[in-house]
């Protein structure tokens, strides 16, 4: 079973500074999820992430895959409070472990 | 369209007793899938149905179980409760399932506390 490490666990930052957390795995990932989970809500796939090298942007996310795709970060430009949540990163191999989860980065944004 | 909605969203038992979990997935989703999120362990993969046919399961012991309806609604069940299941009960569902790039799409959760 792939164990996906993610860093730091918890983080709290002022409203406007950058921030990067990171996703760290023993093996190489087939593909890598990140998701963003808000109190009393279910994940929500914030970028899927598939080819080494890969950097994605998503406004004031950018997301990047490493190029041995054993390793992810998540980079947050001027953080907003709207940013705060668990920041998950997730691998499918497909197979029979289904889908498996970092335990998470709680990171609040205070305004 | 209407998202995954998963009923009860809260619910209280006891030591012993059993309980079953509903999920609706997205119109046209075949794939549903659970998980367990507790603050120790994280999230955690229970199983996977993919039209009626169980085709994932997680490390979690026998009592825990479930079903796929040829709606692709699912149940899942868990008997003989024990303190440590209070966790929040996520269920997701998917058009292909849990394969490398299928966007999967989760409910809110059913929060169950055992007492």
């Known amino acids: 079973t792939q164990l996906l490490e993610q860093s730091p666990q918890f983080l709290s930052i002022q409203e406007g500074e950058n921030l990067t957390v990171y996703c760290n795995s023993s093996?190489?990932?087939?593909?890598l999820q990140w998701y963003r989970q808000e109190p009393g809500e279910g994940p929500v796939l914030l970028v899927t992430v598939v080819t080494g090298g890969e950097v994605k942007k998503l406004k004031r996310l950018t997301f990047q895959f490493g190029d041995a795709r054993k390793d992810s970060s998540l980079h947050i430009t001027a953080a907003q409070p709207g940013d705060t949540g668990l920041y998950l990163c997730?691998?499918?191999?497909?197979?029979?472990?289904?889908?498996?989860f970092g335990k998470g980065t709680h990171l609040i944004i205070q305004p | 369209k209407a998202g995954v909605t998963q009923t009860p969203r809260y619910l209280i038992k006891t030591r012993g007793q059993q309980v079953t979990l509903s999920c609706s997935p997205i119109s046209g989703h075949r794939s549903v899938s659970w998980y367990q999120q507790t603050p120790g362990q994280g999230l955690q993969f229970l199983f996977e149905?993919?039209?009626?046919?169980?085709?994932n399961k997680g490390n979690f012991p026998g009592r825990f179980s479930g079903r796929q309806f040829s709606n692709s609604r699912s149940e899942m069940n868990v008997s003989t409760l024990e303190l440590g299941d209070s966790a929040l009960y996520l269920c997701?569902?998917?058009?292909?399932?849990?394969?490398?790039?299928?966007?999967?799409?989760f409910g809110e959760g059913s929060w169950l506390t055992v007492v």
């Open positions: 093996s190489v990932f087939s593909s």
């Open positions: 149905y993919f039209s009626e046919t169980q085709r």
């Open positions: 997730a691998e499918s191999g497909g197979g029979a472990d289904g889908l498996t």
């Open positions: 997701a569902s998917s058009l292909g399932g849990l394969l490398a790039g299928n966007t999967i799409y």
